[in-house]
């Protein structure tokens, strides 16, 4: 059964911080995982995109690694600010179709 | 243009009520999807058009009917809702259901409230 599990379940850091968030899948065959970051009662907006060959990618001061080895990835926020205060949604795409499976999400809350 | 809108942004009915939600997306995109999402957990899918066609029907009560008039909008109407049915209802569309490189695109979403 394809899952996508994330830890921490929430985490509380202080402004200015950085702080790492993991994902751990079982999506087969695997096409990409992607970061989605969602507000309260938003839509979620894409961070990253990752596929099968990409290690790292950046996005202002959001980093992603996957480790297609490990079926492992990691979103890395640095400096936080107080708008990055969200849940953020690991997704992972399997290679047929476009039929996502969904983490349950890390929720971060930054305090001043 | 990469949004996708959704109407109403909130909406309370009540059992007996007959409402419907709607999408709109003008990137050109042939897949549209409806996603219910309940609080702290993540979106689960619900109905997918592809080509203006129903697509994929994840065993959704028929109480939620779904209608692509066009490639541009995506409705979903419901009917004698539960108020186990109160989430936010997220609509996304994407280039091709087919092709799994092609990113999700999804609205902001209509928060329901079954009474």
């Known amino acids: 059964k394809n899952q996508v599990e994330q830890s921490p379940q929430s985490l509380i850091i202080l402004e200015g911080k950085n702080c790492t968030l993991q994902?751990?899948?079982?999506?087969?065959?695997?096409?990409?995982l992607r970061w989605y970051k969602q507000d309260t009662g938003r839509g979620p907006v894409s961070l990253t995109i990752?596929?099968?060959?990409?290690n790292t990618k950046s996005n202002r001061r959001y980093t992603a690694t996957l480790d297609a080895d490990t079926k492992q990835s990691s979103l890395h926020i640095t400096a936080s600010q107080l708008s990055d205060s969200a849940s953020y949604i690991c997704?992972?795409?399997?290679?047929?179709?476009?039929?996502?499976?969904f983490g349950g999400g890390t929720r971060v809350l930054v305090k001043p | 243009d990469t949004e996708v809108t959704q109407t109403p942004k909130h909406l309370v009915m009540g059992m007996t009520n007959k409402k419907s939600l709607k999408c709109e997306q003008h990137?050109?995109?042939?897949?549209m999807y409806w996603y219910k999402q309940k609080a702290k957990k993540p979106p689960e899918l619900m109905f997918v058009?592809?080509?203006?066609?129903?697509?994929i029907n994840e065993s959704v009560p028929s109480r939620f009917s779904p209608e692509c008039p066009n490639s541009s909008l995506l409705n979903l109407h419901l009917h004698a809702l539960q108020p186990e049915d109160s989430a936010l209802y997220l609509c996304?569309?994407?280039?091709?259901?087919?092709?799994?490189?092609?990113?999700?695109?999804f609205g902001p979403g209509t928060r329901l409230t079954v009474t």
């Open positions: 058009y592809s080509y203006e066609k129903l697509s």
């Open positions: 994902c751990n899948y079982t999506v087969s065959p695997f096409s990409n």
């Open positions: 990137m050109g995109h042939r897949a």
């Open positions: 996304a569309s994407s280039q091709d259901h087919g092709v799994s490189s092609y990113e999700q695109y």
């Open positions: 990752m596929t099968f060959s990409e």
């Open positions: 997704v992972v795409s399997g290679a047929a179709g476009n039929k996502l499976t």
